[in-house]
């Protein structure tokens, strides 16, 4: 199985390679003005449907699975915005929040995939899709045993959550324990988020292995192509 996966896209819409699974892991939208702004949930929708949905469709992808994040605000007061309902045809495009799904192997296995995604990051500001630690222990307890792959925003505590801004003079990781702990019991064979936008990269934690994969730097800027994820026995 051959997935692409990216997040942080921030209004970019970058070229994305031939694919049986295309993964966006939030921060679709680019922003309209000042974090939690009702207009700039409106503004977003309109972009999302005008310029995000036709990219997605046109992506050379057997499934496409999306999930927001915390610069999603039309995600957070809209909803899926219209997608189709479950058990519609999953080769279109699936926007998920703390929901699964399954995809068809296209390699070895014999039997299909399960995906879990969600869309939550730690509280800080006014952003979109924040919890606090009680409630985002509550969130991934639903997360199902043995999922094959966890699409989450944010990170795990420790894998792709490096120092960024003031906090790199101390060495702090902004990723989630609740996350990680989760990843503990549920032990996916593939996690994928993004988020900090410089903690980009393939990390190993025991049986499971995690991407963040950002796009853009910490100016915003593209700098980084989607993430291709090859798997020979899938």
């Not at 699964?100 to 006014?126: D, E, H, I, Y």
Request: aromatic share 8%; glycine share 10%; net charge negative.
């Amino acid at each position: 199985m051959k997935i692409v996966a990216l997040s942080d896209l921030h209004g970019h819409l970058p070229e994305i390679a031939p694919c049986d699974l295309l993964v966006v892991a939030g921060d679709v939208c680019p922003d309209f003005g000042e974090p939690g702004a009702e207009t700039n949930a409106m503004h977003q929708r309109r972009w999302f449907d005008a310029h995000a949905r036709p990219w997605l469709a046109a992506a050379p992808a057997a499934h496409k699975i999306l999930t927001w994040g915390n610069h999603d605000w039309c995600g957070e007061a809209f909803g899926d915005a219209g997608e189709p309902p479950v058990g519609s045809s999953p080769t279109r495009l699936q926007i998920l929040v703390d929901a699964g799904t399954s995809v068809p192997a296209s390699g070895k296995a014999a039997r299909a995939l399960s995906v879990w995604a969600t869309p939550w990051s730690r509280q800080f500001m006014n952003w979109a899709f924040m919890k606090s630690s009680a409630e985002l222990t509550r969130v991934y307890a639903a997360i199902p045993d043995n999922i094959d792959i966890l699409v989450s925003h944010q990170p795990p505590y420790g894998y792709g959550d490096g120092p960024v801004g003031d906090g790199a003079a101390h060495g702090e990781h902004l990723g989630s324990h609740e996350l990680l702990t989760a990843i503990d019991r549920v032990k996916p064979r593939l996690v994928i988020c993004g988020h900090i936008h410089s903690g980009y990269g393939r990390f190993e934690h025991g049986p499971t292995t995690i991407y963040n994969v950002s796009v853009v730097n910490d100016q915003y800027r593209l700098v980084r192509p989607a993430t291709v994820i090859d798997i020979a026995d899938w």
